[in-house]
């Protein structure tokens, strides 16, 4: 082996080429101290052809050294020590809870950089799918950056950065609209990149609310399935015939029309309607004081879910038709009550409902004929019933057999309700106000029609709406105490009769 030809030929290695050796020496020269001196001042491995293979050992890489490079490189070894900090306190935070809150936003080193480092990151923010990172050429070597010398690019590169923000839009949600961003050669900073991501999962959120909230609301344009159940069970048990179509759909109601079957042996009337009380509980909220303080009902209603107090309203219905009838006011038959749907006799003919009377062209003795009735009724309802409708008007009175109808009762509340005399004024306006407009020349003004059909006989005086309220009010409030001092509280809604009607206290 010739000694002096290897020390002439340059060493190939894996960590690339190495420079010429030292020259080869005889032993005596290399115990000399002179020599030893000598050689530590040479440097005895020469640096590697590549900078960037190693540039932390680079004499070819002087700017690795700068300042601004080991700050950068000591602030993401911070930033990581952070951030595994902030893991550590996000897995203690949650526990084994099954909802997690994300520290993601408090995170120092931006996913993308982190996204190499382990397993664990990958997970917390899948970047698998980033199309950016299968494009090798493009990425950041791990260290943080590439290239040499004065070209050095490291991964805090504005447009590296910038570029790689554009490319990670395609992860958000496929509906986001992101462009071609790459195409544009656009570069997002990570603070608008953030924005962005920060808007895209609120709209996300939105989006999903308001389609939760849209398919809840068709479902209930028809029947939740539970109610479905309920009316197939109806059809199976034979009261129904069939289910046809639906004939209202209100705010707290569903109507349907139905061909009836039978019931125990009895014949149910030929076309019934089902009234579904809608088991969403949004529209009955402000019906509360309807039903909490009527104290046919609450005991009860203090004790009820809300779901249970949807059947309340239909089994209340229920009880107040069953009233009127008795009273022989032209209503619907109550045919049967299941949970919060209420079966009844169909006022109309051959799958036509009775027009409203807001909707029926009537002549102006037909007219009048309707007005009287309409008088007549609400001072049997009153009087014979002790009801108040509480939602009179040309809506839920219907007109068939040239008669008027009364229908919709679920909130008909007794006189003595709290609120009974200013549902009852607020009836009275109604109906003056519709006839009076259709041309009744006999139509009583509200007061009038107040005091008829009550019976009481409140001042009308200058027809001050004001001062008659505060007679209402004044009158309620007596009543009130009253009920409380005979302890009338205790009067039950199986009761056959509603009681006597609300008179002016004399007691007090
Ligand atoms: P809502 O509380 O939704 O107003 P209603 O009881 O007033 O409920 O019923 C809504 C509509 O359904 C009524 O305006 C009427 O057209 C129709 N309807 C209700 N009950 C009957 C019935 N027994 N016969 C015929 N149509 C009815
Ligand atoms: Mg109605």
């Not at 299968?134 to 590439?146: I, L, V, Y």
């Not at 010398?149 to 590296?160: A, F, L, M, V, Y």
């Not at 015939?241 to 029309?257: A, D, M, P």
């Amino acid at each position: 082996m010739d000694p002096s030809g290897v020390a002439e030929q340059t060493q190939e290695s894996p960590w690339g080429s190495v420079g010429p050796a030292a020259p080869a020496c005889s032993l005596t020269e290399v115990m000399s101290e002179q020599l030893a001196r000598q050689l530590d001042e040479e440097d005895a491995f020469p640096a590697l052809s590549d900078p960037a293979v190693d540039p932390l050992r680079s004499e070819e890489a002087p700017d690795t050294a700068s300042d601004l490079m080991l700050a950068q490189m000591l602030q993401m070894q911070f930033d990581r020590e952070f951030d595994d900090q902030l893991r550590r306190e996000e897995k203690k935070f949650n526990g084994d809870s099954k909802v997690s809150i994300s520290f993601e936003n408090y995170r120092m080193v931006h996913p993308y950089e982190d996204s190499d480092s382990s397993e664990d990151e990958v997970d917390w923010q899948d970047t698998r799918l980033d199309p950016y990172r299968a494009d090798k050429p493009q990425t950041t070597p791990r260290r943080g950056f590439s290239g040499k010398g004065k070209n050095i690019t490291t991964k805090h590169d504005e447009d590296t950065c910038g570029r790689k923000n554009t490319a990670r839009m395609d992860n958000f949600a496929p509906e986001v609209h992101v462009g071609d961003g790459l195409g544009m050669d656009l570069k997002l900073s990570n603070q608008v990149f953030n924005s962005l991501k920060q808007h895209c999962y609120s709209e996300q959120r939105r989006s999903a609310r308001l389609h939760e909230k849209k398919e809840h609301s068709t479902a209930e344009q028809a029947v939740d399935p539970r109610t479905r159940l309920l009316m197939y069970k109806m059809v199976n048990a034979g009261v129904l015939e069939n289910i046809n179509g639906c004939i209202s759909t209100g705010k707290e109601s569903v109507v349907f029309h139905a061909d009836g079957g039978s019931l125990e042996e009895q014949p149910v009337p030929e076309e019934v309607v089902l009234k579904v009380f809608k088991t969403t509980l949004n529209e009955f909220k402000n019906r509360d004081r309807y039903i909490k303080d009527d104290y046919r009902f609450k005991d009860r209603f203090s004790k009820l879910n809300p779901r249970k107090v949807i059947r309340l309203w239909a089994e209340k219905e229920m009880h107040n038709l069953s009233r009127m009838k008795k009273a022989g006011i032209p209503c619907p038959d109550v045919v049967l009550l299941k949970k919060h749907i209420l079966v009844m006799s169909f006022i109309g003919k051959e799958h036509v409902p009775a027009p409203k009377l807001k909707d029926v062209m009537l002549g102006s003795e037909e007219m009048k004929e309707a007005y009287q009735q309409v008088l007549q009724l609400m001072q049997k309802l009153y009087q014979d019933c002790s009801l108040v409708h509480a939602d009179l008007s040309e809506y839920n009175m219907l007109w068939h057999q040239g008669k008027v109808w009364l229908i919709d009762v679920s909130q008909s509340v007794e006189p003595t309700h709290p609120h009974g005399l200013e549902f009852l004024f607020r009836d009275c306006r109604n109906v003056s106000t519709f006839f009076q407009k259709r041309g009744v020349s006999e139509a009583m003004s509200v007061y009038d029609l107040f005091n008829t059909v009550t019976g009481l006989n409140i001042p009308v005086g200058a027809e001050d709406e004001a001062l008659f309220m505060t007679e209402i009010v004044a009158l309620e409030k007596r009543n009130e105490d009253h009920i409380q001092k005979r302890g009338k509280k205790t009067f039950l809604v199986t009761s056959e009769d509603g009681g006597p009607p609300l008179e002016p206290d004399s007691d007090d």
